[in-house]
């Protein structure tokens, strides 16, 4: 027999409401990115030190455009998936704001993925077009894509992907390369559809979250959704185009798309992008050598640089404030952030993917134990 549960009285619910003074954005992820190009056009927006790239905000808008272009030229169009399967690389960066300048459907795909994972969130999601590197730690992209059928097997179980385009200038049969699609886009940017026929409603990402149990959920987001969660963000944090964010979380999860590159395009702040992958060495010497004044991570990446032997060769005197996410953060760890990497301004935020994703998050003057306790 099921347990009927007392009615809790009016008096005794919780009911929380954020500030509504200031309008929600009506702008699109392409707005706010071309907003910043006229803004800062000169000034650093992001920079890949693996990959040796650094580019500025109107050099972004360029590369964004001619992507965008080339997609268009391969029959990509509003509502079309691509999906993007890659660890943090520039490459990333750039389809997330190509295909929201097209109103095609980004999907974001975890780079830890094997055979089955893969499979399922394609094809759940419906790509027609996948983004992809080549390989990443221990995985093989292309292998795994070839084994699934990608390239005209007649078995194929990846039924509706039409296209790959492999990051990189080295050739894939059946493939395009990045090199290929930027160059298709350079000479077809005139042919774009205009900006304006664009619509903050409508959906232009689906990221892929645990839920509770068996298969991943894809939750679905707007340009209003993340847009406005960023700037919200960006206001919490103080975050001005002064800034210079490091980046070391995976861009395929809403810490990285969301909170990092989104929060630093509405608020004109530098990207700092330290490697593929989280390295704490490779992050802290970012830090010094960009003069970042804030570093995104979970808890434990914290604790990896606290740890590092080489920890006190940093200066890391620049940091103010950042976001700790993902867990719930020991206060001796909160302790040793803000007085071993100088980040008194610290943050913590918690959400959901389905809620674009950040619901809650601390002030930068917040005592030390509301931060950690709530």
Known sequence: MSKILPRVPVDRMSLVRGATDVPLSEQTVHDVL??????WPQRDAAVFLEQ??????????QEVERAAAGFWQLG???????????PNRAEWLVTQFATARIGAILVNVNPAYRLAELEYALNKAGVRVLVTAAAFKSSDYLGMLQALGFGGSAGAKLPRLEKVVRLGDAVTPGMLNWSRLREM??????????????NCREPINIQFTSGTTGAPKGATLTHHNIVNNALAIAQCMRLTERDSLCIPVPLYHCFGMVLSVLVCVVSGAKMVFPGEGFEPRATLAAVQAEKCTALHGVPTMFIAELEHPDFKQFDLGSLRTGIMAGAPCPIEVMRRVQSDMHMHEVTIAYGMTETSPVSFQSATDDPIEKRVTT
Request: proline residues 5%.
């Open 76 to 86: 990509v169009r509003k509502g079309d998936r691509v999906g993007i399967w890659s």
């Open 185 to 198: 886009g350079a000479a077809h940017v005139a042919d774009l559809p205009p900006a304006d026929s664009l």
């Open 52 to 61: 040796g790239i650094r580019w500025t905000w109107s050099q972004l808008l």
């Open 34 to 39: 071309a907003a910043a190009a006229r803004q």
